[in-house]
């Protein structure tokens, strides 16, 4: 049965593979971005496309959404903003709150389910391993530390969406997500260390590496995030849900993966740490797999092979 979707952030990088995959499956989309951060060239491809009709909009603005209406199935909303590399926490603070209140005030004023993108980064620094749903032993870093701004507007958000269920008794679903990588992605620290370090092996740069490279990290493949987000928005969870990958990849294993599958002799330049950057990251995804049957099954060569042939694509065009 087909059904139709509105999609916030729709031309970023989650976004536009999440829209790929809904059109191929025939539902209807209507996407929502400012073009702050996401790219027309991403959505390009569904220009023609009668199912896809996009707004450009900006979703922390009250009156954005006022004169969109019709029957919509669910909204799911990743629009978001991420400080990189830790810059002024007043732009991600206030961004993704409006953002998510305008999206909530939209689906409770038409009736129909939201999903909302969340963010391993509010398990914080929690030492136990692997990071479960049920954990509340979380902790979130130094308030003085801008890095924390975006697990803290995420982690509001969350509370934000569920009393909003339990205000007003439309359904929610919250998407905890870990690292992401695959076509598509920003080839800079927006996208995480993946596309960096495409970047650099792909135009003989040297690659940066903070810290010693042993800090962990869970990378999902983006065809694998988006069959996680599509089965959580067509179920019934209302539970929080971790999408990510359990297997840990340290980011100088990542780096040396990158620079052995393309011959590349960029070398690891080694970087001071930033403040707060967590050493751990590690999804517990038992829920995922009992309430939702998903599981990554996309192994990390197959899909950095896949997301480095996109990119010497997109060089040689």
Known sequence: MTGTYVVTGCAGFLGSNLVG???????????????????????????????????????????ALTGLDGKFDAIVHLAAFKIPRYGKAIDTLKINYRGTENALDFARRLGCKLVLASTSDVYGRNPKLPFSETDSDSVIGNSKSPRWAYAVSK?????????????????????????????????????????????????????????DGSQTRSFTYISDLVDGIIRLMLSDVNDPVNIGNPRETTIREIAETIIR?????????????????????????????????????????????????????????
């Open 21 to 63: 995959r809904l059109l191929e499956a025939g539902h209807h989309v209507l996407g929502i971005d400012n073009l702050s951060m996401g790219r027309l060239e991403n959505i390009a491809e569904f220009r023609d496309e009668p199912r896809f009709r996009f707004t450009q909009a900006d979703i922390t603005d009250p009156n």
């Open 261 to 317: 599958m393309t011959g590349s002799k960029s070398r690891l330049v080694y970087r001071p740490l930033p403040v707060d950057d967590p050493k751990v990251r590690q999804p517990d995804i038992t829920r995922a797999r009992t309430l939702l049957g998903w599981e990554p099954h996309v192994q990390l060569e197959q899909g950095l092979e896949t997301t480095i042939d996109y990119f010497r694509a997109k060089m040689r065009a």
């Open 155 to 211: 982690l509001f958000d969350e509370h934000l969406a569920l009393a909003y269920q339990d205000a007003y008794g439309f359904p929610v679903t919250i998407l905890r997500f870990f690292g992401s990588y695959g076509p598509k992605q920003p080839l800079s620290w927006w996208g995480g260390p993946p596309p960096v370090f495409i970047d650099c092996v792909l135009n003989d740069k040297p690659i940066p590496i903070h810290g």
